[in-house]
């Protein structure tokens, strides 16, 4: 459905889960890809799978940590160095565990932030010089916790709420530049560490799958369908939006599923 021939797609956290998902589905599309984490074996395994996916592209891996703002800087030196421009940047670092508010650390709640928040703005600002070259789209891996308070998550309600006004308000500031801002907020997706933390037992999976309006719980092919839509020239008027891809799970399930989970811990 989409042709994303001669495109560059940079996809941060592309080495696992939803992103390495969406690294995946534009390289099926055609593009050329490159992935970033902190794991360099995870890189080099991402990026082996890409060339299996498109043998055609030039997809590429850099190892880096977004709190290290040299090291993003770095990281992006080398992306500069193979591709001329960034059309579509996919932000999708993100750190998670279940924790009462009680219970965190300050060290714990900083780490969430760090990466969730703090770190987004770093991609995006190292790869701002890249995505102005042309009508890029910058597409920020969100979640529900963002506007959807959850117990356990007081963390990541506060990190990724940041997140979702730092696309609102990039939209405003580089509008005029052609540069498209928007977020993607996934819900339960299943086959995810993050999912995999939250809900270890195939009983609790099951249990929020039950609180999702459409009985189920996501694949990872719902949000790259959805990110593969978003940067592509049917959404050329669509910035700066929150968009759920959850099944409807934020209208009401995901804080009542997070509740129930609640229970299952030590108080």
Request: proline share 4%; glycine share 10%.
């Amino acid at each position: 459905m989409f042709d994303y021939q001669g495109k560059n797609v940079v996809v941060i956290g592309g080495t696992s889960g939803i992103n390495l998902g969406i690294a995946c589905a534009f390289a099926k599309a055609g593009a050329n890809v490159a992935v970033a984490s902190r794991s360099i074996d995870k890189v080099n395994a991402a990026v082996e799978l890409l060339k299996q996916t498109n043998p055609n592209g030039n997809h590429i891996g850099v190892s880096f940590d977004v709190r290290d703002s040299e090291a993003v800087a770095s990281g992006f030196n080398t992306i500069a160095q193979q591709y001329n421009a960034i059309d579509v940047l996919i932000s999708g670092a993100a750190g998670n565990f279940p924790s009462r508010a009680k219970d965190l650390s300050v060290n714990g709640f900083k780490s969430v932030m760090d990466i969730d928040l703090l770190g987004s703005f770093q991609v995006i600002k190292q790869a701002y010089p890249l995505l102005t070259k042309g009508n890029a789209s910058v597409i920020q891996i969100s979640a529900p916790q963002a506007y959807v308070p959850m117990a356990l998550q007081v963390h990541v309600c506060a990190a990724k709420a940041g997140v979702d006004m730092l696309t609102r308000t990039l939209a405003i500031e580089w509008g005029i530049e052609g540069i498209r801002v928007n977020s993607i907020v996934p819900g339960a997706i299943e086959d995810t560490e993050g999912f995999d933390r939250l809900a270890p037992s195939k009983a609790l999976k099951s249990m929020i799958a039950d609180s999702v309006p459409l009985k189920r719980n996501g694949q990872k092919q719902d949000i790259a369908n959805a990110a593969l839509f978003l940067a592509s020239d049917m959404a050329t008027y669509i910035t700066g939006t929150i968009i759920p891809v959850d099944g409807g799970w934020s209208l009401g399930g995901a804080g009542a599923a997070m509740d129930a989970l609640a229970k299952h811990l030590p108080q």
